[in-house]
């Protein structure tokens, strides 16, 4: 119960919380019937799962990244969120990666759709990063911010707790800071949470915020606090792994479409997907049909998909991107400069996910400043 | 004004599950190509806009989109013109009057038909790309009265592969409509033009204004890049020309990302396009 | 065959509306209209390319006989275009036929004569060969886009 004489959270308030309480915010949660995801470790990496207790957290762990490159190491202190991003993102839970959109079952007018009953879950997440709200918000764009509205993700959307975190420690391969999505969270959280040494500095985002920072006792933080908080975000900008100049990128990545730098860096890219399924607004899916063996029954599945993939612009009996170099470009021109014209913002997020898990260690930061570097380069140019 | 019958606002799952419509006719076109009627059932729109399509499904096989190339004058059902290259359209074109096939839509951006009112159209239809334009004609003669001069040039691989012959020949019987077919390679029959269906654009510059024009085409790509150019050549306003594109799709409303083609969704920005959209895309390989 | 009419056909056709007047009038000297009736040959593989035709009104089809696969019909050819330009090369023979599928009528030029007129005047022949190039340039890109059989169905299937 909340001290009576201390003041009731409202949003943008800002509170000093016990590192302890936070079992409180989680059991809290579960008890309005929420299944909360946060960071945990599984066979070697922080993935999101779901937890129930503060121990299922990656306490005293942080990452090392580099292109290619993922390992975890234990630190010197007991820290909750020291670490940076794993090749998980929120976009699984909300993007599911394999989704039913119904059966269909043959009857006299042909056929009928069960459409799948089970309610969509009601999920709160603990410990999202300042560029995962970004991309989450990108998400929001293209799932419910056009012409049309995909009922899945709108309704996982619409019920999520969200509780941030903001970073305390910049990953290897991070760039958010060049990008303008970190490490300072955007609104849209419920709840926005710093870790300092001794506690957790909690800012009000919302009402639901609010509400549930009601049940829990906590301070009033202080200047001292606020100050450890820029401080804090202010050195996590600065240890940033990567930067990305981004004037005028988009141009600069349709003057060059035919720049050298794509063939170079198709010698190298595997086009084995990896980039897509990490990055956490990559979108893309597939659907398909498939019959049971009777043939009465038919489900309907939709499932990530990858422009990677030779199939994917299957168009009359043959790909149009055939080539690593075309499905390279589509990737990075999509991300960093076509996504602007669809939905008013980069697709990049500065998370570096797709710079870590590459096998062979491509980095997009790197792409970019060559192409910068050589602008207007062709290969006729080049052999001349 | 055609009334869309689309209402995208609603995110129901209808947009995402088809409905079965039943084949109540089929016809042969060509060796691999066929025309499907389909009726829809009580309660489903049979409106749309010349241009768009629909995602045909067949039961546990698959979904592909297929332009609704026009509608059955007495029944008002839908027609759609298919051909045999895959997996899901070799089995649309083996169905028979009676079987089911399921639909979602109409989809998509058709062509300009209230913008185009008043002027001179050319239409450019380069094989099955007639089909998307047979509506269009279609719409265009029903209300002849609202435009000026209409010229039609079809071009198809050899007399065999020539779509609705029967039709043709009635549009050629029209003294309001000009139409001039060509073929690809022709046969011992054949006494009419042979070569690309471009080569007929010098005929069609006789009978209109090609600065005050609307064309409209549909054909393989390398067709309408080199019309493209030929027209810009004789002064057409890019504004003017618009082209039908096709692309991999699996949703149709623009969420799957496989129709992309540079930052345009097919699907939902097309498929007809004016040419200045999408005419640096089309120079680019492998978009 | 009145001069006038010629002239009239010469300042209607393409290939010539907008030449000098002087030169349509040379050239009036050295052509005749001519109209042929359907499956007429206008020219004939092998044949001392003699003429320039240029197509006034009907369809003409560019044609090669194959013993074994007879009469093959490559590319038409109609009213508003010209068709030859053998005569302004050596050996000045003509590679294919030439026939009208419906009844045509040309502007058929002397080629003798004008290549004499042509060797004299350098301006003329300059013309003329320009615009000759600008319609072999186009027949032959008409023709590789043929060849491209774009509407043929691909070999590798898919939905």
């Given at each position: 119960?909340?001290?009576?004489?201390?003041?009731?959270?409202?949003?943008?308030?800002?509170?000093?919380?016990?590192?302890?309480?936070?079992?409180?915010?989680?059991?809290?949660?579960?008890?309005?019937?929420?299944?909360?995801?946060?960071?945990?470790?599984?066979?070697?990496?922080?993935?999101?799962?779901?937890?129930?207790?503060?121990?299922?957290?990656?306490?005293?762990?942080?990452?090392?990244?580099?292109?290619?490159?993922?390992?975890?190491?234990?630190?010197?202190?007991?820290?909750?969120?020291?670490?940076?991003?794993?090749?998980?993102?929120?976009?699984?839970?909300?993007?599911?990666?394999?989704?039913?959109?119904?059966?269909?079952?043959?009857?006299?007018?042909?056929?009928?759709?069960?459409?799948?009953?089970?309610?969509?879950?009601?999920?709160?997440?603990?410990?999202?990063?300042?560029?995962?709200?970004?991309?989450?918000?990108?998400?929001?764009?293209?799932?419910?911010?056009?012409?049309?509205?995909?009922?899945?993700?709108?309704?996982?959307?619409?019920?999520?707790?969200?509780?941030?975190?903001?970073?305390?420690?910049?990953?290897?391969?991070?760039?958010?800071?060049?990008?303008?999505?970190?490490?300072?969270?955007?609104?849209?959280?419920?709840?926005?949470?710093?870790?300092?040494?001794?506690?957790?500095?909690?800012?009000?985002?919302?009402?639901?915020?609010?509400?549930?920072?009601?049940?829990?006792?906590?301070?009033?933080?202080?200047?001292?606090?606020?100050?450890?908080?820029?401080?804090?975000?202010?050195?996590?900008?600065?240890?940033?792994?990567?930067?990305?100049?981004?004037?005028?990128?988009?141009?600069?990545?349709?003057?060059?479409?035919?720049?050298?730098?794509?063939?170079?860096?198709?010698?190298?890219?595997?086009?084995?997907?990896?980039?897509?399924?990490?990055?956490?607004?990559?979108?893309?899916?597939?659907?398909?049909?498939?019959?049971?063996?009777?043939?009465?029954?038919?489900?309907?599945?939709?499932?990530?998909?990858?422009?990677?993939?030779?199939?994917?612009?299957?168009?009359?009996?043959?790909?149009?991107?055939?080539?690593?170099?075309?499905?390279?470009?589509?990737?990075?021109?999509?991300?960093?400069?076509?996504?602007?014209?669809?939905?008013?913002?980069?697709?990049?997020?500065?998370?570096?996910?797709?710079?870590?898990?590459?096998?062979?260690?491509?980095?997009?930061?790197?792409?970019?400043?060559?192409?910068?570097?050589?602008?207007?380069?062709?290969?006729?140019?080049?052999?001349? | 004004?055609?009334?869309?019958?689309?209402?995208?606002?609603?995110?129901?799952?209808?947009?995402?599950?088809?409905?079965?419509?039943?084949?109540?006719?089929?016809?042969?076109?060509?060796?691999?190509?066929?025309?499907?009627?389909?009726?829809?059932?009580?309660?489903?729109?049979?409106?749309?806009?010349?241009?768009?399509?629909?995602?045909?499904?067949?039961?546990?096989?698959?979904?592909?989109?297929?332009?609704?190339?026009?509608?059955?004058?007495?029944?008002?059902?839908?027609?759609?013109?298919?051909?045999?290259?895959?997996?899901?359209?070799?089995?649309?074109?083996?169905?028979?009057?009676?079987?089911?096939?399921?639909?979602?839509?109409?989809?998509?951006?058709?062509?300009?038909?209230?913008?185009?009112?008043?002027?001179?159209?050319?239409?450019?239809?380069?094989?099955?790309?007639?089909?998307?334009?047979?509506?269009?004609?279609?719409?265009?003669?029903?209300?002849?009265?609202?435009?000026?001069?209409?010229?039609?040039?079809?071009?198809?691989?050899?007399?065999?592969?020539?779509?609705?012959?029967?039709?043709?020949?009635?549009?050629?019987?029209?003294?309001?409509?000009?139409?001039?077919?060509?073929?690809?390679?022709?046969?011992?029959?054949?006494?009419?033009?042979?070569?690309?269906?471009?080569?007929?654009?010098?005929?069609?510059?006789?009978?209109?204004?090609?600065?005050?024009?609307?064309?409209?085409?549909?054909?393989?790509?390398?067709?309408?890049?080199?019309?493209?150019?030929?027209?810009?050549?004789?002064?057409?306003?890019?504004?003017?020309?618009?082209?039908?594109?096709?692309?991999?799709?699996?949703?149709?409303?623009?969420?799957?990302?496989?129709?992309?083609?540079?930052?345009?969704?097919?699907?939902?920005?097309?498929?007809?396009?004016?040419?200045?959209?999408?005419?640096?895309?089309?120079?680019?390989?492998?978009? | 065959?009145?001069?006038?009419?010629?002239?009239?056909?010469?300042?209607?056709?393409?290939?010539?509306?907008?030449?000098?007047?002087?030169?349509?009038?040379?050239?009036?000297?050295?052509?005749?209209?001519?109209?042929?009736?359907?499956?007429?040959?206008?020219?004939?593989?092998?044949?001392?390319?003699?003429?320039?035709?240029?197509?006034?009104?009907?369809?003409?089809?560019?044609?090669?006989?194959?013993?074994?696969?007879?009469?093959?019909?490559?590319?038409?050819?109609?009213?508003?275009?010209?068709?030859?330009?053998?005569?302004?090369?050596?050996?000045?023979?003509?590679?294919?036929?030439?026939?009208?599928?419906a009844e045509t009528t040309a502007v058929v030029l002397d080629a003798a004569a004008l290549r004499a007129r042509m060797s004299q005047d350098c301006a003329l022949a300059a013309w003329i060969l320009s615009r000759l190039l600008a319609v072999v340039a186009g027949r032959l890109k008409a023709t590789r886009l043929q060849l491209l059989d774009l509407y043929a169905p691909s070999e590798r299937r898919t939905p």
């Open positions: 119960m909340a001290n009576p004489e201390a003041p009731i959270p409202v949003p943008n308030s800002v509170w000093r919380m016990e590192k302890a309480r936070l079992q409180d915010l989680i059991d809290a949660l579960r008890r309005q019937g929420y299944t909360v995801i946060g960071p945990c470790i599984r066979e070697g990496a922080i993935v999101y799962d779901e937890i129930h207790q503060v121990s299922d957290l990656p306490i005293g762990w942080t990452d090392e990244q580099d292109g290619g490159r993922y390992r975890l190491k234990r630190r010197e202190d007991s820290s909750f969120f020291g670490y940076a991003v794993g090749p998980h993102s929120w976009k699984r839970f909300l993007h599911p990666p394999v989704l039913s959109l119904g059966r269909a079952r043959r009857n006299g007018a042909g056929f009928e759709w069960i459409a799948p009953s089970d309610p969509a879950p009601r999920y709160a997440f603990l410990g999202v990063r300042a560029c995962e709200l970004h991309a989450i918000a990108i998400l929001d764009r293209v799932f419910m911010g056009g012409p049309y509205v995909d009922p899945t993700y709108q309704a996982r959307r619409e019920g999520v707790f969200l509780i941030a975190v903001q970073c305390a420690v910049a990953g290897g391969t991070c760039f958010c800071a060049s990008m303008g999505t970190g490490p300072k969270a955007p609104p849209g959280a419920d709840l926005i949470l710093t870790e300092l040494a001794e506690a957790f500095i909690v800012e009000i985002g919302t009402e639901r915020g609010a509400a549930l920072m009601a049940g829990i006792p906590c301070a009033p933080a202080t200047e001292a606090d606020r100050a450890a908080v820029e401080a804090q975000l202010a050195a996590t900008a600065r240890a940033m792994g990567r930067q990305m100049d981004t004037t005028d990128l988009p141009a600069l990545l349709y003057r060059n479409l035919e720049h050298p730098r794509w063939e170079e860096v198709a010698q190298r890219c595997l086009t084995c997907g990896n980039c897509t399924m990490v990055c956490p607004t990559c979108f893309c899916f597939t659907v398909e049909d498939v019959s049971d063996l009777t043939g009465t029954q038919a489900e309907r599945v939709r499932r990530w998909d990858s422009c990677f993939t030779t199939e994917f612009t299957y168009t009359a009996g043959r790909p149009i991107r055939q080539s690593a170099k075309a499905r390279y470009r589509q990737w990075l021109t999509h991300k960093l400069a076509s996504w602007w014209e669809q939905f008013g913002t980069s697709g990049c997020v500065g998370c570096g996910r797709c710079i870590t898990w590459c096998p062979v260690g491509i980095d997009l930061t790197e792409e970019v400043a060559a192409i910068r570097r050589t602008d207007g380069a062709t290969l006729e140019a080049e052999r001349r | 004004m055609i009334p869309s019958p689309t209402h995208p606002s609603a995110p129901t799952l209808e947009r995402f599950l088809p409905t079965p419509y039943p084949v109540t006719g089929i016809r042969r076109e060509t060796g691999d190509t066929v025309t499907l009627r389909l009726r829809p059932p009580e309660g489903r729109p049979s409106a749309f806009q010349p241009g768009q399509f629909n995602m045909l499904y067949l039961f546990g096989i698959g979904e592909v989109p297929i332009s609704i190339s026009g509608v059955h004058p007495r029944s008002g059902d839908l027609e759609h013109t298919v051909r045999a290259v895959g997996s899901v359209t070799r089995a649309l074109a083996r169905l028979r009057k009676g079987d089911v096939v399921g639909v979602r839509g109409p989809f998509g951006k058709g062509w300009p038909l209230e913008e185009a009112k008043g002027h001179d159209i050319l239409i450019l239809a380069g094989g099955i790309g007639l089909a998307p334009l047979r509506p269009a004609l279609q719409h265009i003669l029903a209300h002849r009265s609202e435009y000026k001069q209409v010229v039609l040039l079809y071009g198809a691989r050899t007399p065999a592969d020539l779509l609705y012959p029967a039709e043709l020949e009635r549009w050629r019987g029209r003294l309001d409509l000009q139409v001039f077919v060509t073929v690809d390679r022709g046969d011992e029959a054949w006494r009419g033009h042979i070569g690309v269906v471009t080569t007929l654009l010098p005929l069609a510059e006789r009978l209109l204004d090609f600065r005050k024009a609307f064309i409209l085409m549909c054909g393989p790509e390398v067709m309408m890049r080199v019309a493209a150019r030929e027209l810009e050549d004789r002064k057409v306003p890019p504004e003017r020309i618009f082209l039908s594109l096709e692309r991999n799709m699996k949703c149709a409303v623009g969420f799957c990302g496989h129709c992309q083609f540079g930052p345009v969704f097919i699907c939902r920005d097309g498929p007809v396009f004016p040419l200045g959209r999408v005419r640096p895309l089309l120079e680019v390989r492998e978009l | 065959m009145s001069k006038a009419a010629i002239l009239e056909a010469l300042r209607q056709h393409p290939f010539t509306h907008d030449m000098e007047e002087a030169w349509k009038e040379v050239l009036a000297e050295m052509a005749r209209l001519q109209t042929y009736p359907p499956d007429a040959l206008l020219l004939r593989e092998g044949r001392a390319a003699d003429a320039f035709f240029l197509i006034v009104d009907g369809l003409v089809a560019i044609e090669m006989f194959a013993p074994e696969r007879g009469t093959l019909r490559l590319q038409t050819v109609s009213a508003g275009e010209v068709v030859g330009w053998s005569w302004a090369l050596p050996p000045y023979r003509w590679e294919f036929d030439a026939r009208a599928l």
